[in-house]
């Protein structure tokens, strides 16, 4: 059975599908519902006598409902789908996304393109019998367990929100330094943020934690990665320096201490919020900010609530964390240079 399972490609092991997978699944999400919202917001902002600003709502419209179709492609490109098992992801994703949302499409396409991928060339009705093998897993997992794995991260991502209502001090420091964690571990914080449905304050947290791993990444290891890893970090991903922090895990400690400080100042006296789509981007493409316009208006006091607490505030602090944790040893130069691929 290993044997066979290797021969088909099916690798069945957590990093496979809770890392790789799961960072694909962003990529679908970004394609789709967060750079739809993206163009349908700013045809929102454009006056309603000018054509363009109905055109981009329809388009950023088009891309969102095709949420489903590209969490298939996403995972199934992830999985190393062949051509026909990939193809066919489309529908189980479609499926997924309509009867579990999501966390339903996540799902439904990771078994289903496994199971494609068993079937895959091992008859001579492989063009028949591959995509409907792909589609009824994907559907049949759409129907019966989507709607409960859906709804049940919904009622958690509710918990969670409301929790952060109630008690804002002690909840955004903890969302703001697991999601912080998450956006920089080789973990997709956006799908995670996106199938809980974070709202609210809690998204206003989660969005200051992110924002301060990238920006503080970026500013504690200007020395190390210059102006290249400035930009690589502060508007790409943390990720990079996963190598680095697997070497030397105090230099994780700065951002995330920054996170954790900024976010409860920001979300009991500014009442800085966001959405689901913007809570786990942090500053990469600025869609973090974006969302945070999105959610609380277009005006100079968000405007400013942001350049604060996303990007200077978040800089300053793991500055000074960092510059102290340099002088006691515990962090060194060099302990967060960017391998050059």
């Not at 679908?28 to 006056?47: D, H, R």
């Not at 309603?48 to 329809?58: C, K, S």
């Not at 994703?93 to 996540?106: H, S, Y």
């Not at 079937?119 to 019966?144: H, N, Q």
Request: glycine share 12%; with cysteine.
């Amino acid at each position: 059975m290993r044997a066979y399972l290797k021969k088909k490609g099916v690798e069945l092991s957590g990093r496979t599908y809770l890392i790789t997978a799961l960072s694909y699944m962003a990529l679908g999400l970004f394609s789709s519902l967060i750079v739809g919202l993206i163009i349908q917001t700013a045809g929102e902002q454009i006056p309603d006598n000018i054509f363009i600003g109905g055109f981009l709502e329809d388009m950023g419209a088009l891309a969102m409902s095709l949420l489903g179709p590209a969490i298939g492609v996403a995972v199934a490109y992830a999985l190393k789908a062949p051509p026909l098992v990939m193809f066919s992801a489309v529908v189980s994703g479609a499926a997924g996304e309509e009867l579990g949302g999501p966390a339903g499409a996540f799902i439904a396409v990771l078994i289903s393109v496994e199971c494609g991928k068993l079937i895959s060339k091992e008859t001579r009705f492989d063009i028949l019998l591959t995509p409907f093998v792909t589609i009824a897993t994907g559907f049949v997992l759409a129907s019966t367990i989507g709607p409960a794995i859906g709804s049940g991260l919904e009622a958690f991502g509710s918990v969670i929100n409301w929790a952060t209502e109630q008690e804002p001090f002690t909840m955004s420091i903890l969302v703001s330094a697991l999601m912080g964690l998450a956006l920089t571990f080789p973990i997709s914080s956006a799908a995670i943020a996106i199938m809980l449905g974070l709202d609210g304050l809690a998204a206003g947290a989660a969005t200051v934690g992110c924002c301060a791993q990238m920006v503080g990444f970026a500013v504690s290891s200007f020395r190390e990665n210059r102006w290249g890893g400035l930009v690589s970090l502060g508007i790409g991903t943390s990720m990079l320096q996963v190598p680095n922090m697997v070497r030397n895990p105090w230099i994780v400690v700065p951002p995330t201490l920054a996170g954790m400080m900024l976010a409860p100042i920001a979300v009991i006296f500014f009442n800085m919020e966001s959405n689901a789509e913007g809570a786990g981007m942090g500053t990469s493409g600025f869609v973090g900010q974006i969302m945070t316009f999105t959610t609380m208006g277009f005006t100079m006091q968000v405007f400013i609530l942001i350049l604060v607490f996303h990007i200077v505030l978040p800089g300053v602090l793991t500055y000074v964390i960092d510059r102290g944790l340099r002088k006691s040893g515990r962090i060194k130069d060099g302990d967060m240079t960017i391998e050059q691929g």
